[in-house]
């Protein structure tokens, strides 16, 4: 059975920086395009990264270019979202999501068809 598994969320002052982790088990992800999602309490779950299986080509929401950065290692069959430069408003439950079919890193979430529990992230003002 398929499983993403998020890890690295907590509590953080702004301006200060996480590494959100996402570890697959069950099935190997390491061809499929992934990314990070986020959910705010009361909003919907948005886009936040995406990824490549090869990690050649990115995408991001334009409220987080240029202060986070998405990575993976197919070889430890984890995804990695390294987060600087933090806000409060950035404050949510992170998940990681996985591509079934489609090598696009879309900001759909309609595309993504495997998701992990999420991890909370919250940043204090």
């Known amino acids: 059975q398929a499983q993403l598994v998020e890890s690295g969320g907590g509590l953080v002052q702004a301006g200060g920086s996480l590494r959100l982790s996402c570890v697959a088990s069950?099935?190997?992800?390491?061809?499929?395009?992934m990314g990070w999602f986020r959910q705010a309490p009361g909003k919907e779950r948005e886009f936040v990264a995406a990824?490549?299986?090869?990690?050649?080509?990115?995408n991001y929401a334009d409220s987080v270019k240029g202060r986070f950065t998405i990575s993976r290692d197919n070889a430890k069959k984890t995804m990695y979202l390294q987060m600087n430069s933090l806000k409060p408003e950035d404050t949510a439950v992170y998940y990681c999501a996985a591509r079934g079919a489609g090598w696009y890193p879309s900001m759909d979430i309609r595309v993504y068809d495997y998701w992990g529990q999420g991890t909370q992230v919250t940043v204090s003002s």
């Open positions: 069950g099935r190997t992800f390491s061809t499929n395009t």
């Open positions: 990824i490549t299986w090869s990690g050649d080509r990115t």
